[in-house]
Nanobody, 115 residues
Framework: QVQLVESGGGLVQARGSLRVSCIVS????????MGWFRQAPGKERELVAV???????NYADSVKGRFTISRDNYRNAVSLQMNSLKPEDTAVYYC?????????WGQGTQVTVSE
């Protein structure tokens, strides 16, 4: 059974930084594509960043240059470093693993950016 647990969310002022992380247990982490999604109140869940097993990365236009996704295959972990945060980045951030056509989601961690 594959389980994902996020951590590191919290409250930060605009222009500040925050790092969220996700630990994956079960399965073969190194073969998974890993992604971060977010969902703000009243909005649909959207892709923030994705990193495939080979290392290629893609980002939503809204976070390019500010957010960085990274993974550690030894710790079965993926992180999202968020810099120059804006109030519109406020959302619940979810970690997702994709492997063999299956999607696995974490429970989410709240990130709140104040003015």
């Amino acid at each position: 059974q594959v389980q994902l647990v996020e951590s590191g969310g919290g409250l930060v002022q605009a222009r500040g930084s925050l790092r969220v992380s996700c630990i994956v247990s079960g399965g073969t982490f190194s073969t998974y594509s890993m992604g971060w999604f977010r969902q703000a109140p009243g909005k649909e869940r959207e892709l923030v960043a994705v990193m495939i097993s080979g290392g290629n990365k893609n980002y939503a236009d809204s976070v390019k240059g500010r957010f960085t996704i990274s993974r550690d295959n030894y710790r079965n972990a993926v992180s999202l470093q968020m810099n120059s945060l804006k109030p519109e980045d406020t959302a619940v951030y979810y970690c997702k693993a994709n492997g063999r056509g299956n999607d696995y989601w974490g429970q989410g961690t709240q990130v709140t950016v104040s003015e």
